[in-house]
């Protein structure tokens, strides 16, 4: 089982930057495919971003292609979601999550408590 906690959420101007981090316990987090996904008030949860775990492929919503990185360090298990170029739209409370050894599009079993993002216009 690994745990989960976000941070770097905050309030800032559309058109800034932040840097989202997801740190994970346990030892085999090279293992988890990790997923950013986000659900802002009265919307679906979705999901953003994704890096999978082994090869590493990544996956990006259409929404954020161009605006959003998606990183891993292994070695600090540790997953980023750098954020530029953010708009009104990107307001929302980002997740982390987690899935062992599935793909970017599998279930995802583990959930951090979310970080919240708001984008002023």
């Known amino acids: 089982q690994v745990q989960l906690v976000e941070s770097g959420g905050g309030l800032v101007q559309a058109g800034g930057s932040l840097r989202l981090s997801c740190a994970a316990s346990g030892r085999t987090f090279s293992s988890y495919t990790m997923g950013w996904f986000r659900q802002a008030p009265g919307k679906e949860r979705e999901l953003v971003a994704a890096v999978r775990w082994g090869y590493g492929n990544i996956y990006y919503a259409d929404s954020v292609k161009g605006r959003f990185t998606i990183s891993r360090d292994n070695a600090k298990n540790t997953v980023y979601l750098q954020m530029n170029s953010l708009n009104a739209e990107d307001t929302a409370i980002y997740y982390c999550?987690?899935?062992?050894?599935?793909?970017?599009?599998?279930?995802?079993?583990?959930w951090g408590q979310g970080t919240q993002v708001t984008v002023s216009s």
């Open positions: 999550a987690a899935n062992l050894l599935q793909g970017i599009t599998a279930k995802y079993d583990y």
